[in-house]
């Protein structure tokens, strides 16, 4: 076997990434076989399998891209911002989540290997941002940076169920306003320069 | 075929039901059998499609009393009740829900189905008690009803989403009063006699 550039290496790990994303949303998880993510991916078995050391593997790494680039974004311009990301998201992809969900209670290896890189790397900036953000003012002090980082989750998963399901959230500004109800401080409490959540 | 009574027939029903829900829970939408429903109901399938035209039309009636039980225990208890309710329920079973999402976006007929009924007979009171509340000043009034309503059921999914993946509700007080503030007026616009929301 030829050697490779690690860019081109890089190149290839993209190239797959991309192709399965595509096959997961079209087939759901189950429905892409490997012979149809050859087909999107333009790539052999042979070479998929030499990025990915399983459909389970491919599939966590899109589904930890999709938690880095949320996280990444409500850490970047907020969490609003990240919601409206949610809900602008193609509903088939969304609902592989849905199909699989049963995966993570049911399957710990599969639990283990979301989870791991989850609780390392993404919520460590994102409750300290949190807190923070209480800190300052802007956010309510009653509830825990977990149970307020926890609920802009569970409203997310709320999206993609609706979504996936084929109803449209008619009025995001509406559902912000009623999240943002519920994370802020009350008035009084906020500091004279509002900043952003 | 011998002349059975429409009491016996009611009790029929309810038994390929209890059966049913039994048994979607354990082996998923698509795992629920007929070999494994005539188990699950102990009644033959030619006695089990008599009551239901199909698994579809089964599944359904299971999702449709599961969503009037939501509704009624919102208008006797208040919605808090009702997502206390729903965080309660077996997660094999609303994992159920999940799996066949997609079905309400890409099937027609499943979607429409279950959305006249819903339309019908669920919407109306509920929107109803949503407007009352508001009209008091127990809930804001800068949202439409189903702008309040539909928050509280996007809430109601994303708890489904989070026990279907194994993790519970850690602290379902914080998650009620989180819902609460986003979805109560603000209290100076408060009547002085609290009202149940």
Same mark, same amino acid.
């Given at each position: 076997?030829?050697? !490779?550039?690690?860019?081109?290496?890089?190149?290839?790990?993209?190239?797959?990434?991309? %192709?399965?994303?595509?096959?997961?949303?079209? &087939?759901? &998880?189950?429905?892409?076989?490997?012979?149809?993510?050859? /087909?999107?991916?333009?790539?052999?078995?042979?070479?998929?399998?030499? &990025?990915?050391?399983?459909? *389970?593997?491919?599939?966590?790494?899109?589904?930890?891209?999709?938690?880095?680039?949320?996280?990444?974004?409500?850490?970047?311009? %907020?969490?609003?911002?990240?919601?409206?990301?949610?809900?602008?998201?193609? +509903?088939?992809?969304?609902?592989? &989540?849905?199909?699989?969900?049963?995966?993570?209670?049911? *399957? +710990?290896?599969?639990?283990?290997?979301?989870?791991?890189?989850?609780?390392?790397?993404?919520? +460590?900036?994102?409750?300290?941002?949190?807190?923070?953000? #209480?800190?300052?003012?802007?956010?309510? %002090?009653?509830?825990?940076?977990? #149970?307020?980082?926890?609920?802009?989750?569970?409203?997310?998963?709320?999206?993609?169920? #609706?979504?996936?399901? %084929?109803? +449209? !959230?008619?009025?995001? *500004?509406?559902?912000?306003?009623?999240?943002?109800?519920?994370?802020?401080?009350?008035?009084?409490?906020?500091?004279?320069?509002?900043? /952003?959540?």
């Amino acid at each position: 076997m030829p050697k !490779i550039s690690e860019e081109r290496k890089a190149e290839r790990r993209e190239q797959i990434l991309t %192709g399965a994303r595509r096959c997961f949303a079209e &087939y759901g &998880y189950e429905g892409a076989t490997v012979v149809r993510l050859e /087909r999107a991916t333009g790539l052999s078995r042979g070479a998929i399998f030499n &990025y990915f050391v399983s459909k *389970d593997a491919l599939f966590l790494e899109l589904a930890w891209r999709d938690n880095q680039r949320f996280v990444r974004l409500w850490l970047d311009k %907020g969490w609003d911002a990240a919601l409206r990301e949610v809900a602008a998201e193609d +509903p088939d992809w969304l609902g592989v &989540y849905l199909e699989i969900t049963r995966k993570f209670r049911t *399957d +710990p290896d599969f639990r283990q290997a979301h989870e791991a890189r989850t609780t390392e790397e993404l919520a +460590p900036p994102l409750l300290e941002r949190v807190r923070s953000l #209480q800190e300052s003012g802007s956010l309510r %002090g009653d509830k825990t940076p977990e #149970q307020l980082a926890g609920f802009i989750g569970l409203v997310a998963n709320g999206v993609v169920v #609706q979504l996936a399901a %084929g109803d +449209p !959230i008619r009025n995001m *500004d509406a559902l912000i306003e009623l999240v943002g109800s519920a994370v802020r401080a009350p008035a009084r409490s906020r500091t004279p320069s509002r900043k /952003r959540v």
